[in-house]
Nanobody, 115 residues
């Protein structure tokens, strides 16, 4: 069982930045492909970024060029640097760890982008 704890959410102005963290309680962090998802209020959860254990990253078109996913395999932590934030980025952000058939989710952190 892996526990994932997100942090760093909050209120940001349009055009601003936030950095989310996802701390994993595991000594096998490197076996997991790590992902960020988000769920706007009243909408379905959507995938936004993935980072493999060696750092190869992929992004949804909606965040490409604005968000950057990274991981620290020593601190067992994943990050999401969010720049040029837009009101439509408002959502609960979740991290997910995947390895084979095993998948774990965090509890989410709220991001609100508003002036």
């Amino acid at each position: 069982q892996v526990q994932l704890v997100e942090s760093g959410g909050g209120l940001a102005q349009p055009g601003g930045s936030l950095r989310l963290s996802c701390a994993a309680s595991t000594n096998s962090f490197t076996i997991y492909t790590m992902n960020w998802y988000r769920q706007p209020s009243g909408k379905q959860r959507e995938w936004i970024a993935t980072i493999a254990n060696r750092g190869i990253a992929n992004y949804a078109d909606s965040v490409k060029g604005r968000f950057a996913i990274s991981r620290d395999n020593v601190r067992n932590t994943m990050y999401l640097q969010m720049n040029s934030l837009k009101p439509e980025d408002t959502a609960v952000y979740y991290c997910r760890a995947v390895s084979g058939f095993a998948t774990f989710w965090g509890q989410g952190t709220q991001v609100i982008v508003s002036s």
